[in-house]
């Protein structure tokens, strides 16, 4: 830590001092003005900055006196309570009277105001019909939406002239799919049969004219119209009529339909031989499949079996192994006890002969 105003650093010989005042550290030589310092009421020791402030206030007029005593203090604003609350009740109680009879005022101007000025349902329904030119019976009446067609008699019949022929038109390009693609079919029927016919150009002719017909301009009458929708209707009545004789003679062809019938047998029996020999087959695979079933799992508990036999062979064989092997080292070592003695008796036969001789 240093000095405020010195920037001395604080150690032994510089100690730290605060200033009452203001409450930063100094060292004792900025601390050297003695002046009278208002928050202890003594003159203490301050720095600079604060000595020259506290000098300002005291050259400055005084205007406020010493506070006075507590005691004084609460005797002086109970009675200054004690007085207000008694003028206050003088004037609130004329003051009230007053604010009581403005708001009545205000409220009964308010509701008369409200009353001129909202409007009535009849007065808005009248306002509306003469906005729009309309009879007030509309607005009254219960909502209905209401349309009015303002086209003339002769724009309604070219209309529906209009709609017949685009109806016309729809029908006769329908027909015309139609007979393409039985066309179409009656071709590919006669090149797998090897059969040729002349095909008929008629028909298609007549529907074309028949559509020009229609894409024609007609009078307001609607004669024409009708006209086309007539030739539209015979051509397809007479179509009907011919596919009805087409059925008639396939039904009453009886060669054809027994053909037709053996067809169908002859198909369904060979479907069921194929599902027969079908099953056949599956069931032989079946057999086979558990037959070589049985034999692999005969064939695994056999050589189960031999390796058990095996095993049994091995072990017997280092038993029998073991056990003429200790056999034999027994014999050895009988035979080389025996072999021992009977040195020991030679030599001991040596020395009685020697001892004999001597």
Same mark, same amino acid.
């Given at each position: ?57 005291? @050259? ?29 009740? /003088? ?9 009581? /009879? ?73 027909? =015309? ?45 609607? =004669? ?29 062809? !009886? ?42 799992? !005969? ?12 095993? @049994? ?46």
């Amino acid at each position: 830590m240093s000095c405020n105003t010195c920037n001395k650093q604080f150690g032994l010989f510089t100690k730290e001092y605060g200033c009452p005042n203001c409450g930063f550290c100094f060292c004792g030589k900025c601390l050297k003005w003695s002046v009278f310092v208002p928050k202890l009421a003594k003159t203490k020791k301050v720095c600079t900055s604060c000595y020259e402030a506290l000098n300002n206030l005291s @050259k400055k007029p005084v205007t406020s006196h010493a506070p006075a005593p507590e005691a004084l203090q609460k005797r002086m604003n109970a009675l200054a309570s004690k007085g207000s609350t008694a003028s206050s009740s /003088e004037t609130t109680g004329t003051s009230n009277g007053q604010q009581v /009879e403005e708001i009545e005022r205000r409220l009964q101007l308010l509701r008369q105001d409200t009353k001129e000025l909202i409007p009535v349902e009849a007065d808005i329904e009248d306002r509306l019909a003469k906005l729009k030119g309309v009879d007030v019976s509309v607005y009254r009446k219960a909502p209905i939406t209401v349309y009015k067609d303002k086209r003339s008699v002769a724009e309604k019949a070219s209309d529906l002239i209009k709609q017949a022929q685009s109806e016309v038109q729809l029908d006769a390009r329908r027909e =015309e799919s139609i007979k393409k693609g039985t066309q179409e079919i009656e071709q590919r029927l006669n090149t797998l049969r090897g059969v040729q016919q002349p095909q008929d150009k008629k028909p298609v002719t007549e529907s074309k004219d028949s559509i020009k017909g229609l894409a024609e301009p007609q009078c307001e009458d609607g =004669e024409t119209a009708d006209a086309d929708v007539d030739d539209v209707a015979r051509l397809i009545e007479g179509e009907m009529k011919a596919a009805k004789r087409e059925l008639e003679n396939l039904k009453k062809d !009886k060669q054809l339909m027994a053909e037709l019938k053996k067809l169908d047998f002859r198909e369904k029996g060979e479907n069921r031989i194929e599902g027969e020999g079908k099953r056949d087959e599956d069931i032989e695979e079946n057999e086979a499949n558990a037959v070589l079933v049985q034999v692999l799992d !005969k064939a695994k508990l056999e050589d189960e079996e031999m390796e058990g036999e095996v095993e @049994k062979d091995r072990r017997n064989y280092h038993g029998v192994s073991s056990a003429m092997l200790m056999q034999l080292y027994a014999v050895t070592i009988a035979l080389i006890s025996t072999a021992g003695t009977a040195t020991g008796n030679t030599m001991k036969v040596k020395t009685t002969e020697q001892v004999i001789s001597q």
